[in-house]
């Protein structure tokens, strides 16, 4: 049985995930309409990874007797000023997502909620995936820069990658 601490804390971080799911989806709905649509491929992909972690709170609260309650969200920005701002953004996320799961399994180590911390690793782990995943893309927009052809094959890449995020992501579920 879940304590009401860790059960608002999973809570705060269901609503969390579904922000992020809804900030990528604004994020792939701009770059399509960009013409990006290697980049909206990932970014869509993305989003559904959010909401996969929202769903694993969601059930996991449920099953240890608490409520996962589904928030309401604000709306995300509509337009974005550049791919790299896209994905500067995403890592400033990331990094605050991360921040808030080590807040959580630090308030289930002094609730002494074993099954929930061990429920969060899974998590932790995917925050290292993450990171590393934005801070990579990052790196190649700086080096693109203001080259329309590079940013051309960037998209290209995205592509792909967003091909073996998708059959990774089925490896995970
Ligand atoms: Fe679910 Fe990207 O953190």
Known sequence: MLSSKVSQALNKQIELEASSSQYYLAMASWAETQGLNGVSAFLY????????????LVKFVNERGGHGVVPSLKQ????FKSVKSVFEEILKH?????????????????????????????YVSEQIEEEALARQIVDKLKLIGDDKSGLYFFDRDMTSLATAEAATNKEKK
């Not at 992909?45 to 694993?56: I, N």
């Not at 995300?76 to 337009?79: C, F, K, L, M, N």
């Not at 921040?99 to 969060?120: P, R």
């Open 94 to 122: 990331e990094i605050k997502v991360t921040n808030e799961i080590n807040g959580l399994v630090d308030i289930t180590l002094k609730e002494k909620d074993y099954t929930t911390h061990n429920f969060l690793q899974w």
């Open 45 to 56: 992909l993305h989003s559904d990874e959010e909401r996969m972690h929202m769903l694993k």
């Open 76 to 79: 995300p920005p509509v337009t």
